[in-house]
């Protein structure tokens, strides 16, 4: 054994790419996804259900902002390897490439959900630009010297496996991460505005007119058979941006992982038995509007009453 690598329990992270499975296990991989497509399809297959689709959204929010943290205090105490730090920032950046293509729309639903955003893109800022800044020291435990676990670790760009510390790799991921500042900024413009909306006493009568304003849209969504849905959200959009970041992100998995490749915890099972409390809402979603386009076909087919 090489004597300049440390010798106590942490020793794998110098020889081996570890893998927490509480952070990038198989079972928080799957929850992403699911939610992450859940909210896609609830948002494009209703997009006038305004509480289904801040719904599903602020989950997403939370529940990526909640790996975050959990990745963020297990780095700072020494148990995180670049491995998993690559696989929190794919994972969280998945979600965003529909919520992204909508932004403006969530910006009109309220404070709860601008918090949300504000919260999760902030800390997905930090966390890319903590890890892509300095990749090869990003994971104290794993670059001492004699320990090669960090230099072995491996990104995946196009399907080609590339070091996480190349150049060009780097510039475009720190490019990415600071351009979200942005975002963040104009989620942070949105809470205040809200905050003065609500401290206008102005709230309930912005909310009604909303909830007013959604119905008729979702009348004449009806109606139209769907087409007016384009107006306020793109079906499906970054949907291939969606494919090819899981697809990554599962390519990233099968290259790295060695000594927790199929390790089951208790996290992964938490996360996936939260995902089932958002399945039975989406089926709520999903039955309440083929109960009201029941209700307008029957109206619609009914005669009116001769006078």
Known sequence: MNESCPQDNNADFCYHIVSNPDISGLGVRVAIYVQTL????VASL??????????????SYVV???LILSAIIAWKRDELSLFDGLMVSMLTTIMTAFVTVNASYIRMLGLSINIASFLFTTLWCYW????WSNPATFSH??????????????????GKSVSPTNPEIRGFALFVFAAGTLAALSSLWWCLHWLTIYASGRAAEMKRQA??????????WRRSGGSVGQKIITPFGGLMALIYMIVTTEQIA???????ANEWSFSQTIALVMIGQQLMDCASYFKQEFRARREYTR???TPSPSV
């Open 46 to 59: 209703m997009p006038y259900n305004e509480k289904a689709f801040r719904d599903t959204s602020r989950n």
């Open 254 to 260: 099968s290259r790295n992982m060695e000594v927790a």
């Open 64 to 66: 990526s902002g909640g």
């Open 38 to 41: 859940l909210s896609m399809g």
């Open 128 to 131: 890319g630009l903590q890890i």
């Open 141 to 158: 435990l794993s670059n001492e010297p004699g320990c090669n676990a960090t230099s072995s670790t491996q990104f995946v760009a196009v």
């Open 299 to 301: 109206q619609s087919t």
């Open 211 to 220: 909830a007013d304003e959604a119905a008729r849209k979702q009348w004449e």
